[in-house]
């Protein structure tokens, strides 16, 4: 069988591909500088940094979080991705397929500061683990591919960090690469990412002679030795630039100094305004020190982002981008984080991932906004309205965790004894805090949130992006199932249905889930055939009532309700659908009422007439509700899902499938092979790139096209190739694709 890696890249062989058994077993310890980890569990605020690892799929994020845990002291040998003995990569599925699945947090101090690190996946199946862990992030590295820029992922992760106003540093990694260009990358991350690079570094030497960089703020050359195997580049000599280094160098950096600090005096009015007094056009002159404050200030801001160069794999330039994290991204407190202040000093944690562990039971990340976690502690959970006890806090370092007796506001926790808590629950250490939170809020007429009777304060959680794909899964027994539907690892992604459905972001997605369920929890499954997630809409507007009359036991029930219901533009509604009602109406009826017309028409937004999947685009208009006394809420409720079905069957349907954005990069030599294989695949191309000597090829193609897409395109292209695929849009399908498929999914094809 070819492992999930050759799914990802389409290459034919590739040496992360292997069996489980060749993988050495390689942290059965926990280093001794865990010591200091114990000396200082917590330090200050302000030298603390949560920060997360980004980037495309392949650009290097595992390898360069392995150079930092080992020159920080907390590894004793170098972990390697091809040799599937990583320390972050821990889940045997990673290890075996070199990529990264799901999100670890790592704990290690550089200098004197505590880093917390979460390294992310790149693969775009794996998004909500992306977003899970910018959530709670201050920052973020992005790692790119010096030879390819800005990838396709990048974007897509670098808008989850904009919306999150996560502020970030670019690290250019893959120097040593032949066809690596630094210029090319800057400009990529302008025109693509419409961000503001603010180049920190200069490279010394290209491709294999990539020896290190020089440091514009200081002048210092940093150089690592060449060539030398085996050297861990944990050592490397730090001079000044002087005359004796070539001068073609000299006048690179020279330039690229100027350019820094004109770039920066733009950026930010303080270091212009210390500029213009105290230095004019002696920009030799300006202290580094300063300048670097100034670079902090703008990263801040988010107006610049810090660009850095080096070669993880190499070895080279990974300390000085361990400095810059603590140089130029955030500590908590400079963060602001919704609704801590009416926290004060009481605690304050969103729960942001759980694992499962088959020994401890449930294990919860907690980032901690305000007060101390202390273990053997209850807490209070307001989205559950429960109260938990703790009984172990722990400091996770990847898959060992060390044992702690208190964790303050800033940090990243694990615990131990949460059994109800879920991804995006707010944990507070009572409820009476949870009450003076909201009272507070309230008082500053802020966002005290009304839940049933009392007001609460809770912190807001994380999406979920809708699932691309489902299948059926079945348990081999009954009693099995309900171990199937306690798995919190893939809670939100198991439904209850006649059927348990398995969703999932991509074929990769759902693989990986089905295998985490045999291994992790010794249940063998059966899958379905995979299944397109479709959606409907309605095509006109139409209004309709509908009368209810139906005797339960001695009680009779009477409901008529009129109501409109119309199509909106799937894009610019971004395909939700809404409800409301006449303004009279609003007035007249009671809130349990207006709940019961509401949950109406969002549980018949849940299945559409045609096909039965869940409907966008459709706007409804309550006009009238009667009720006669004695009828119930939930009878109230099952009339309108009554009318609201009538009314869509007489709007004419049409189903909606998820067109991709697709981004093949191949050798020219392929590219018509790749471009005649897309045309059958109803796919439209939207541009075709030059990338040195490769093709990169953008379209559009229906989800329903690409399964088993990478077996395909590696045998198309002799494994020369590398894709990614991404959710742009619900698209209408044709009558003819359309027709094909009822048919098809009614069983007369
Ligand atoms: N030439 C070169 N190769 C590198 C460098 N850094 C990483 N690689 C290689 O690139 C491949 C991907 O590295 P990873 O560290 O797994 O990349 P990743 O971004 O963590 O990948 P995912 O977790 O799967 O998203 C591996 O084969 C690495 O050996 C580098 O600096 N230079």
New binding site residues.
Partial sequence: MIWGRCLLTAGLQCC?CRPSWQLKRYFSFLPDDVKSLRAVVNPDISKIRNIGIM?H???????TTERMLYYSGYTRALGD??DGDTVTDFMAQERER???IQSAAVTFDWKSYRINLIDT???VDFTLEVERALRVLDGAVA?FDASAGVEAQTLTVWRQAEKHHVPCVCFL??M??PAANLSFSIESIRQKLKANPVLLQIPVGSGKSFSGVVDLLTNQKLSWKLGSSGDDGRKFESKPLDQSDEPELLQEVNEARTALIEQVADLDDEFAELLLTDFGDNFDAVPSVRLQEAVRRVTLARKGVPVLCG????NKGVQPLLDAITAYLPAPDERHHDLVRWYKDDLCALAFKVLHDKQRGPLVFLRIYSGTLKPQSAVHNINRNSIERMSRLLVPFADQHVEIPSMTAGNIALTVGLKQTVTGDTIVSSKSSAAAAARRAQNDGGGGKKRGEQASVVLSGVEVPDPVFFCTIEPPTMAKQDHLSHNESTNCLITPHPQTILCGMGELHIEIIHDRIRREYGIETHLGPLQVAYRETILNEVSTTDTLDRTVGERRHVATVALTVRPMDILSSSGSCEVALREELEAQLSPDLKEAVENGVHSSYLQGPLLGYPLLGVSTLIQSVNIEPGTSAAMVSACVSRCMLKAMKLAGNQVLEPLMSLEVTVGEEHLSAVLGDLAQRRGTIQDIQSRHDNKVLIANVPLAEMMGYSTILRTLTSGNATFSLELDVYDAMNPQDQNVLLKRLSGLL
């Fill in positions: 992360r980037a799929i392949d650009a290097g994020k595992t390898t991705v091809d070199g990529i990264t996946p790149g693969h790692v990694n893959k040593d690469k070669s993880s794999l190499k």
